[in-house]
């Protein structure tokens, strides 16, 4: 059995599908925060999948666990912080009582308080999400601004969400100190808002596509419209600020998108083709395979043939994690 993928968008909207408590003191979709460990969640737990319309924070002081983002899988424990971008696929299990908090936030609730956003802290790539593992002495920061963040979100403060904002904005640069560490240096400030707005486009694009609103997958010519600048200047700004051609940028999205909905749902491969514009079935499978040497079909019959190497518990049934989990 393979976890069910479902269309909710809202956090507290999917902590009551999965039965799990809406604390009372959570009175917005724009943030929230929870202590994991006080979720009442039985070993080994893994949830449905989500594709959230909110950013993600998983801080973790103890326990082990799995995140997969898209087609992307992250392992969690100990003195990790995770952070998963908007407007991708994401489901989790864990195998050991996790301790730390979970965060979620809109790009409304930052913009509303903080004017310059957070679109480019911290700089996203195609993975859309990401995860460190910290040393004790760097951990310890991240843990202590969470527990002012929760105590203001339970207190009564009339300015609560102000303080909870500041704080927020001190985690996420504090993020962005370990992420300068090995990311791509952005060459100016005008260049890192181009990246982050067209980052912000393919997401919306691929959100389109996956609801039925949109029958085009916008290549350069759509995307330097949509941000009003010339194909030649968006090109070359993509490709000095990412180090990524836009055609791989997109490209690698499809396959992500395509390989997920492969593996984890028992979608048609004609249905997923024309879900992603593909209107010659022929040339989908071509160009699944020119990017992953691999077929569609072989991808799918592999990833489920390997059920039998590794097992989670899923709602009190037997269910198998691939290997590559």
Not at 38 to 50: H, S, W
Not at 262 to 270: A, E, F, G, W
């Amino acid at each position: 059995m393979k976890p069910e993928v479902t269309n909710l968008r809202k956090f507290r909207d999917m902590i009551a599908y999965m039965n799990l408590p809406v604390f009372s003191y959570i009175d917005n979709d724009d943030f929230a925060i929870i202590k994991i460990h006080e979720m009442g969640l039985k070993m080994p737990y893994i949830t449905p999948t989500f594709r959230p319309d909110f950013y993600t924070l998983i801080i973790v002081s103890e326990g082990k666990g799995i995140f997969m983002a898209g087609d992307h899988v992250f392992e969690l424990g100990a003195r990790h912080v995770f952070m998963k971008y908007p407007d991708s696929y994401i489901s989790s299990g864990w195998t050991e009582s996790p301790v730390g908090y979970n965060i979620s936030f809109n790009e409304e609730f930052i913009a509303k308080r903080f004017p310059y956003g957070i679109a480019e802290i911290p700089v996203k790539d195609i993975t859309n999400a990401f995860n460190y593992r910290l040393s004790d002495e760097d951990y310890k920061p991240f843990d202590e601004i969470c527990a002012e963040m929760y105590n203001e979100a339970i207190s009564s403060s009339n300015t609560r969400y102000e303080m909870i904002a500041n704080l927020l904005i001190h985690f996420l640069l504090l993020v962005q100190q370990h992420q300068n560490k090995i990311k791509l240096e952005i060459q100016s400030e005008k260049y890192a808002l181009i990246l982050a707005s067209f980052c912000k486009n393919v997401d919306q694009n691929f959100n389109m596509l996956l609801s039925g609103e949109s029958a085009t997958v916008f290549r350069t010519k759509e995307h330097a419209k949509l941000l009003n600048v010339s194909e030649t200047f968006l090109s070359k700004v993509i490709s000095k600020t990412s180090g990524r051609t836009i055609n791989q940028w997109i490209n690698d999205r499809l396959i992500d998108e395509i390989s997920y909905l492969l593996k984890n749902t028992n979608t048609p491969i004609p249905e997923i083709a024309q879900r992603f514009a593909f209107t010659d079935l022929a040339y989908f499978y071509t160009f699944f395979k020119r990017n992953t040497k691999t077929t569609p079909s072989s991808l799918r019959n592999d990833f489920n043939a390997s059920d039998s190497d590794r097992a989670h518990m899923y709602r009190g049934e037997v269910v198998k994690i691939r290997p590559n989990w």
